[in-house]
């Protein structure tokens, strides 16, 4: 492969099991709108990173794949982890001859198929302008409780500057390799990108982003992912609307 300066590369963890949702594959291969919630996501960041090199992230055992569903040209397979941190760690490893240490690396859910474009290219924007990294987020609207045992409530969380963290998630490749190692080594429990950044210290730039890029964890999100998609898609016909 010959690499280009200032190369992008997109990561797309996809080795989960998705046993929450109780069905017969995993959840990145459930039908959403008469295709795979995994070929969803993959058109959206294409659509946006058409730049970008893709590594994708699938279990080694992984007999519903199919190539087809990828519009990348360059990309490449990595066989998963137990976790997404593995995984994550793994892909990292596999582009370790190719990346250079300032090379942007952004991580997204394989679930989160609804992502706009709008907020990937503004993420990209604040990436290549920052020096730590940064996330898409948004601002907790909800009264947030905190229970006890017994899931009863203890008190009540303030929401004041409390986020939902969101994906995509993006850092410069060394800084990323090198807070997944540290975590990886020390055991330190991690559930995204960003928390691995934290470890070592360093403070990720939240940026805004719209509140239906919804991640499909339960058999109802793909009921609300099919309505964001019809939503989008009828937004982006309207005279003078924006990509979604």
Request: hydrophobic fraction near 40%.
């Amino acid at each position: 492969m010959m690499k280009a300066q200032g190369t992008i590369w997109l990561i797309v963890p996809a080795a989960g099991r998705g046993t929450r949702m109780g069905a017969t594959q995993p959840k990145q291969y459930l039908p959403l709108a008469g295709r795979p919630v995994l070929a969803h996501t993959l058109e959206r960041l294409c659509q946006a990173y058409p730049e970008a090199c893709l590594c994708l992230c699938l279990d080694a055992r992984d007999s519903w794949f199919d190539t087809a569903w990828v519009p990348y040209d360059d990309w490449r397979r990595v066989d998963g982890g137990d976790e997404r941190s593995d995984s994550v760690m793994q892909a990292l490893e596999a582009i370790a001859d190719d990346a250079d240490d300032d090379d942007l690396v952004i991580v997204h859910d394989a679930a989160r198929p609804c992502v706009s474009h709008s907020d990937l290219l503004h993420l990209k924007t604040v990436l290549t302008q920052d020096p730590i990294g940064a996330l898409l987020a948004a601002p907790v609207a909800d009264t947030m409780k905190r229970a006890d045992d017994h899931s009863r409530i203890r008190y009540t969380e303030s929401r004041e500057r409390l986020w939902h963290a969101l994906t995509p998630q993006g850092f410069r490749y060394r800084l990323l390799y090198e807070a997944l190692q540290y975590v990886l080594r020390s055991g330190v429990p991690i559930t995204d990108e960003a928390s691995a950044v934290e470890a070592l210290g360093y403070s990720p730039q939240l940026v805004v982003g719209r509140r239906d890029n919804l991640k499909i964890t339960h058999p109802d999100d793909l009921v609300m992912a099919e309505l964001v998609l019809a939503a989008q898609a009828s937004s982006s016909r309207q005279p003078g609307s924006a990509l979604t």
